[in-house]
């Protein structure tokens, strides 16, 4: 990022425009409606940070009991053991599949709460009047949302794995995987997250520009 | 002039209220924390309380995987297993779902199970595959809540709440019964045993058993428990018997149990049966324990009473009515000698005899006391004919045999019932005397003297006189087919009859002497040879079957006489045959024969009609020579004239069949029919002497 690029833009608010969020179509502030393709326009989305907020934390309790109870319960031969996300990091490891461990660990434990993090911080800094403002960082954020929304998704790998399991790995006596609790949980924590990171609007993050100018 | 201008106004957006701000978006964190508490919650309620649990060992006990089960439904499970402090327990800690732990007693019993396999089958065979899981059994109480307990090493072999009725047993020894033993009812399994133990004294087992519901109604004071453990064998009047029981109590024990009689009462609490070392000695000792109301009465014997224990029967008409209770030997000081009398205590039963159930002493001695002038009297008989243990015989004899008697009085007051002296057989004795008197058969003597028999009539049979008389009387006999066949002899017969019967006037008047009476039948028997040479022939067997059928009665007769008739028969027969005269006999036959020839030959030379006086003549010179030859036979006895004459009709049979080999071979042939039927005999007698005994 280099300087040039960091010598204060101009926002369309400033401009006395509205962009459509849907098609991107630009207008003249105080149009209500995008002529285009008709959506309600929104120079800033409204509670959009409230809205990153409760999803958040919707996300950030479910991701407890997706942690605490068991992920897997597996059934061989009339003996069952339950496995709980860090307990099969943790089984794998000892089983020398270091690479595996590796996959479940990033996709089941780094990249959510990095994305708890990461959504966090948006949110944080993107308030008015917060303090956290350094105008040659807004590119930064910018990069930061863009990661968090992509990697969100594959966050749902552990998800699948479990589903499929559950779903080939019905052998009755011999060999039986169930989803646990967990895997609900866990579901449920990937999607508040990604509805979170959705509800954000990039486009506060370069109003702390405006208020760093003022 | 000063324009008043209003004051600026503040305007202010309306402030928009927190709540009013607040979106609804919000409700999805809400409703995650409920939910998020409300599984916490229920994994918290599902949790269990925690109970400890201490074993002696904890063999494949795992925590977080061994279920803990009642009734075979998990009702928790093992958190942990670790020592007690001092190592010589294991603690296994667990937690039991909340509603079943409230409900444990302290009582309760935990036992690990594991796959098992006994002689009663497999048990536990879920376990290889699942691993060992701990079960619990007990009677839930409400509000118990008992939170520690003492596992056991195995499981109770009747689950709480089983139907049933538990009974302790008692017994001498228990290497035949085992813990879990079956108890049979029928040959149905309707119980266990449990654990056998020691009284404190050390004298018996103790052990407690349980009888499933319904079958524990069969229980009354009338049942009897006998082992059923292992094989019988028992040889008696019926035969041999085997007995095995169920493959399971043959590996483990079992106990089988049947009401013996009708009219038990039902079990008190605290009673004890006794086991049986079998199903006759159960069903035997059915008046032991009704001998509550028995009564004590004496009986004096003047024999021995070797052979009667105490605990022998006392029976009745063949019913067991009492027991004998002691035997003793009492001094009667008689009139002058102390005198030693062995005195036997026997208890009756009332009601074994047929008295009401109510009746006491004096009733059943009022009885005796009319039975005894009756002629009732006790005396000593054996139990079984193999056996030398003797029982009390109540008999009734009439009353003309016996002395009269009545039931005294001991000088303690007990009666004594009069007894008489038994003949008891002594079978040992007669055993032996039957074996004597099978060893002490001659059959050796016998064997000899066959053999000497056999080897006598080789003797004759071989004899070159033996061999000659054959071609005598072939020559004979060709001349006289040759007298016969010509002219003369077909106009003879009418002369030589009257001939004859001038002979046999001769022969009559010849007869008036010993030696004449001989001639006289060889005489016959040389017309006999003419008339009915069939007869002749058929004669010699007709020899053979007196002799088989003499001896055929001798194997009918008795074994002693027999052996003496035997002997007897095989003497008489070797001196026969061993006689000179005997060896002599073909000789002078053969010159008999001989001078008859020569007759003949005369009478085919001369004129018959003409030379029957001639004839006459010679004929009377043949018999003279006849009787001499006969004469001739000095050493035979009187008894030797039937042989002679058997003799006859031997020369006859020669006559008779020109070819004599036949007739030799055959007369061997009956000898050694005889030999053999001799030497079958004997054998006969070695192999089974019984047949002499009883007949076949």
Known sequence: MSEAHSQPALTARQAGLVGCHSCGRVHEMGTTHCTRCGVVLHSRMPGSLQKVWAWLFAGMVVYIPANIYPMLLTTSLGHTSESTIIGGVIELVEYGSIGVALIVFVASVLIPVGKFVAIGYLALVVRPGSRMTRGSGLHGRQRLFEVVEFIGRWSMIDVFVVAILSALVQLDFAATINPGIAAVSFSLSVAFTMLAAQSFDPRLIWDAEETQAA | ?696
């Open chain 2, 1 to 696: 002039m000063s324009t008043q201008t209003p004051a600026e106004m503040q305007i202010d957006a309306p402030k928009r209220s927190f709540w009013r701000n607040l979106s609804v978006i919000w409700l999805v964190p809400v409703v995650a924390i409920v939910v998020s508490l409300g599984i916490a919650w229920q994994s918290f309620a599902a949790r269990g309380v925690i109970v400890q649990i201490t074993f002696e060992n904890a063999a494949g006990v795992t925590p977080g995987e061994t279920s803990i089960r009642f009734r075979d439904v998990v009702i928790g499970a093992v958190e942990d297993v670790s020592f007690s402090p001092d190592l010589t327990e294991v603690v296994v800690t667990a937690a039991i779902d909340r509603d079943v732990a409230d409900t444990l007693p302290e009582d309760a019993r935990f036992w690990v199970v594991q796959p098992e396999v006994s002689a009663r089958g497999i048990t536990g065979l879920s376990t290889v595959l699942s691993g060992v899981y701990i079960e619990a059994s007990f009677k839930p109480e409400p509000g118990a809540g008992a939170r520690s307990f003492t596992g056991s090493t195995s499981g109770p072999l009747v689950r709480d709440g089983q139907q049933g009725t538990r009974i302790t047993m008692r017994t001498r020894e228990a290497n035949r019964v085992s813990e879990g033993a079956p108890i049979l009812f029928r040959g149905i399994e309707v119980g266990h045993i449990e654990e056998p133990r020691l009284i404190l004294s050390g004298e018996s087992v103790v052990f407690d058993a349980f009888i499933e519901a319904p079958h524990d109604r069969r229980l009354t004071t009338a049942t009897r428990f006998w082992d059923t453990s292992g094989f019988s064998v028992s040889f008696g009047a019926s035969g041999l018997s085997l007995n095995v029981g169920n493959l399971a109590a043959l590996v483990t024990g079992g106990i089988a149990f049947d009401t013996v009689f009708s009219g038990g009462e039902p079990l008190n609490p605290g009673y004890v049966f006794d086991l049986f070392p079998d199903e006759a000695s159960a069903r035997q000792s059915l008046f032991r324990s009704v001998g509550a109301n028995a009564v004590e009465m004496s009986i004096e014997f003047d024999g021995s009473v070797n052979g009667l224990e105490v605990g022998a029967a006392v029976q009745y008409r063949g019913l067991r009515v009492g027991e004998v209770r002691a035997i003793g030997a009492v001094l009667a000081e008689d009139a002058d000698s102390p005198q030693v009398r062995l005195l036997t205590t026997v208890a009756l039963d009332p009601q074994a005899i047929g008295l009401p159930a109510e009746a006491g002493e004096d009733r059943l001695l009022e009885f005796l006391e009319d039975a005894v002038a009756q002629g009732l009297r006790a005396r000593l008989a054996t139990s079984s004919l193999f056996s030398a243990a003797l029982v009390i015989e109540l008999a009734e004899l009439s009353a003309d045999e016996v002395a009269p008697a009545e039931i005294a009085r001991r000088e303690n007051g007990m009666a004594i019932l009069p007894s008489i002296p038994s003949d008891l057989p002594d079978f040992t004795a007669t055993a032996e005397g039957v074996l004597e008197r099978i060893n002490s058969l001659p059959v050796e003597e016998l064997m000899n003297q066959a053999i000497r028999v056999m080897a006598s009539i080789e003797l004759v049979v071989s004899s070159e006189g033996t061999r000659a008389a054959p071609d005598a009387a072939l020559a004979l006999i060709e001349d006289i087919r040759g007298l016969v066949g010509g002219e003369d002899a077909q106009a003879l017969p009418g002369e030589l009859r009257s001939g004859l019967a001038e002979l046999r006037g001769v022969i009559a008047e010849l007869r008036l002497r010993e030696a004449m009476d001989r001639l006289l039948e060889v005489v016959e028997s040389v017309d006999t040879v003419a008339a009915n040479t069939a007869t002749a022939s058929a004669e010699f067997p007709a020899l053979v079957e007196d002799l088989r059928a003499l001896v055929d009665r001798a194997s009918g007769v008795e074994v002693e006489e027999l052996a003496a008739a035997a002997t007897r028969v095989l003497n008489s027969a070797d001196s026969l045959i061993g006689s000179d005269g005997m060896r002599d006999l073909p000789p002078a036959l053969s010159s008999a024969l001989t001078e008859v020839q020569q007759v003949l030959a005369t009478l085919r030379e001369g004129d018959a009609v003409e030379n029957v006086n001639r004839t006459l003549a010679s004929a009377r010179s043949a018999a003279d020579s006849v009787a001499q030859a006969m004469e001739s036979l000095p050493a035979l006895s009187q008894r030797l004239d039937r042989l002679v004459g058997q003799a006859d009709a031997l020369i006859a049979s020669y006559g008779a069949r020109s070819d004599f080999n036949t007739e030799a071979m055959q007369v061997m042939r009956e000898f050694r029919d005889t030999a053999r039927a001799v030497t079958q005999l004997a054998r006969a007698i070695e192999r089974n002497p019984n047949s002499l005994l009883i007949g076949r």
